[in-house]
């Protein structure tokens, strides 16, 4: 039996890690960089638990397979890129699959050089040799590095004193600003995800479950296309929105309930963060829309002042303007705004950030501030804007009408030359919503539930 190596770059995706390699080894200059890829998942199923690359590995080499090392050496006069391997094995791929092999992945990978990973000790220290500065992630948890410790300590670059830098600093910086191939990706996922908040919208009606949403939900993203998730769907009714990290899904659906999902599936890797919330029997009564109306102001607003040179602080200030006159002009906070805003009282009911980085991982790599300050937005960077209002229940001098209201509304940004383009094409209008809540085809539904 031989099993057929089934990972394929396209032309682009090849073309942008070659980009990335460039760009990586020009920050490093006459260093040497060493980077692996991700253990084996530790879980009970052991080798057998769903396999996530390292996503700075997977930036800089496409490469899916574990046990694998990538060393990257500008300075060498015949090669620059090398990836370590395993060897294909017969036994191994009959259990675990098809393994590209030394031979196959350069080709497929578009690596200068690939050796056995059985040769690591012997060419690393040759290398280390030559370089002036090496940059690894030296952190505990990296296991595969423990055969490399030693080389490292006992190289001649070691002994006369050179530094060690964090690797991962490097790629992070690199990885904020996304290219084309990341921008696509982003793009599908964020459709995807889309489609799937708007079939639970559809799904949804008094009387089902937080999970029975979510199966839909789910359902859609793999079907579409998504291989999975990028992080555990948050779908909390009623009053279990006011807790921001919810993800039991246990809970029965009932007339008059808000439902919150908080979802994004992956597409190539790079993961859409969408949330939405709307009304499981199809109307918002006046409290939620009221509170609804207020945090799509504040987002939407958020999102117009998204352009280079703009701070994810003015834009935070901003929202928490907006939030605080809200809740002042509806009676739930009390006071004039300088008052509120000045004694951060608004914080009681939007606890969290306006948004974060987003990429492979859906909080992404790279720094907010540098030496302290604050970096203003640049063109490449994608950014979620997700304000929100949660009212806890028996929060005392709030009417009780408003309790247990809780409304987040998220979006995933990417700022532009001139401004922004918004990946999220799910519909968020109070209407909008509305109209889409209860509509999913009745052959559909049965589908879905068999009650
Ligand atoms: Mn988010």
């Given at each position: 039996?031989?099993?057929?190596?089934?990972?394929?770059?396209?032309?682009?995706?090849?073309?942008?890690?070659?980009?990335?390699?460039?760009?990586?080894?020009?920050?490093?200059?006459?260093?040497?960089?060493?980077?692996?890829?991700?253990?084996?998942?530790?879980?009970?199923?052991?080798?057998?638990?769903?396999?996530?690359?390292?996503?700075?590995?997977?930036?800089?080499?496409?490469?899916?397979?574990?046990?694998?090392?990538?060393?990257?050496?500008?300075?060498?006069?015949?090669?620059?890129?090398?990836?370590?391997?395993?060897?294909?094995?017969?036994?191994?791929?009959?259990?675990?699959?098809?393994?590209?092999?030394?031979?196959?992945?350069?080709?497929?990978?578009?690596?200068?050089?690939?050796?056995?990973?059985?040769?690591?000790?012997?060419?690393?220290?040759?290398?280390?040799?030559?370089?002036?500065?090496?940059?690894?992630?030296?952190?505990?948890?990296?296991?595969?590095?423990?055969?490399?410790?030693?080389?490292?300590?006992?190289?001649?670059?070691?002994?006369?004193?050179?530094?060690?830098?964090?690797?991962?600093?490097?790629?992070?910086?690199?990885?904020?600003?996304?290219?084309?191939?990341?921008?696509?990706a982003l793009r599908r996922a964020n459709q995807i995800a889309s489609s799937a908040h708007e079939?639970a919208?559809?799904?949804?009606?008094?009387?089902?479950?937080?999970?029975?949403?979510q199966?839909?939900l789910e359902?859609v993203m793999r079907?579409a296309?998504s291989s999975q998730l990028g992080y555990p769907s948050i779908v909390?009714?009623?009053?279990?929105?006011?807790?921001?990290?919810?993800n039991?899904?246990?809970?029965?659906?009932?007339?008059?309930?808000?439902?919150l999902i908080d979802a994004g599936c992956e597409w190539n890797f790079y993961t859409a963060d969408i949330t939405r919330?709307?009304?499981?029997?199809?109307?918002?009564?006046?409290?939620?829309?009221?509170?609804?109306?207020?945090?799509?102001?504040?987002?939407?607003?958020?999102?117009?002042?998204?352009?280079?040179?703009?701070?994810?602080?003015?834009?935070?200030?901003?929202?928490?303007?907006?939030?605080?006159?809200?809740?002042?002009?509806?009676?739930?906070?009390?006071?004039?705004?300088?008052?509120?805003?000045?004694?951060?009282?608004?914080?009681?009911?939007?606890?969290?950030?306006?948004g974060h980085w987003l990429g492979m991982d859906v909080h992404d790599?790279?720094?907010?501030?540098?030496?302290?300050?604050?970096?203003?937005?640049?063109?490449?960077?994608c950014?979620t804007?997700e304000?929100?209002?949660?009212?806890?229940?028996?929060?005392?001098?709030?009417?009780?009408?408003?309790?247990?209201?809780?409304?987040r509304?998220e979006d995933n940004i990417?700022?532009?030359?001139?401004?922004?383009?918004?990946f999220t094409p799910c519909?968020?209008?109070?209407?909008?919503?509305?109209?889409?809540?209860?509509?999913?085809?009745?052959?559909?539904?049965?589908?879905?539930?068999?009650?």
């Amino acid at each position: 039996m031989k099993l057929e190596c089934r990972t394929r770059l396209s032309e682009s995706q090849l073309n942008a890690l070659r980009r990335r390699r460039k760009d990586f080894m020009n920050l490093i200059g006459n260093g040497i960089a060493i980077l692996p890829a991700a253990k084996p998942g530790d879980s009970p199923a052991g080798d057998r638990a769903t396999y996530r690359q390292d996503s700075d590995f997977l930036y800089l080499t496409g490469c899916p397979e574990t046990q694998a090392l990538a060393v990257f050496i500008p300075q060498h006069p015949n090669f620059q890129s090398v990836l370590f391997v395993r060897e294909r094995d017969a036994l191994s791929e009959l259990w675990n699959g098809p393994m590209m092999g030394v031979s196959d992945a350069g080709a497929i990978l578009g690596f200068d050089q690939v050796f056995a990973l059985s040769e690591m000790e012997k060419k690393i220290p040759e290398w280390l040799s030559h370089a002036d500065t090496i940059f690894w992630d030296s952190s505990p948890e990296q296991e595969f590095f423990e055969q490399l410790r030693p080389l490292l300590q006992g190289s001649r670059l070691r002994r006369n004193g050179a530094e060690i830098l964090n690797v991962r600093d490097v790629i992070h910086e690199l990885r904020l600003f996304k290219d084309d191939v990341e921008l696509e990706a982003l793009r599908r996922a964020n459709q995807i995800a889309s489609s799937a908040h708007e079939a639970a919208m559809q799904f949804v009606r008094p009387g089902v479950s937080e999970f029975q949403v979510q199966a839909v939900l789910e359902s859609v993203m793999r079907s579409a296309g998504s291989s999975q998730l990028g992080y555990p769907s948050i779908v909390a009714g009623g009053s279990n929105a006011c807790c921001l990290h919810y993800n039991l899904n246990t809970c029965r659906l009932d007339e008059g309930d808000l439902l919150l999902i908080d979802a994004g599936c992956e597409w190539n890797f790079y993961t859409a963060d969408i949330t939405r919330t709307f009304p499981v029997s199809g109307k918002f009564t006046g409290e939620q829309r009221a509170l609804y109306d207020l945090v799509l102001e504040s987002q939407i607003k958020s999102i117009a002042a998204i352009k280079p040179g703009a701070k994810l602080s003015e834009l935070n200030d901003l929202a928490g303007r907006i939030l605080a006159e809200g809740l002042i002009h509806l009676g739930l906070l009390k006071g004039s705004v300088e008052e509120v805003l000045e004694k951060k009282r608004h914080k009681d009911f939007f606890p969290h950030g306006l948004g974060h980085w987003l990429g492979m991982d859906v909080h992404d790599v790279g720094r907010y501030r540098i030496k302290n300050v604050e970096r203003p937005l640049e063109p490449g960077m994608c950014v979620t804007i997700e304000p929100g209002i949660y009212v806890q229940p028996g929060t005392a001098d709030v009417d009780p009408r408003w309790h247990g209201i809780g409304i987040r509304i998220e979006d995933n940004i990417l700022v532009t030359a001139n401004g922004s383009e918004n990946f999220t094409p799910c519909a968020k209008a109070t209407s909008d919503v509305e109209s889409l809540v209860g509509t999913m085809s009745p052959q559909l539904s049965t589908f879905f539930r068999t009650n």
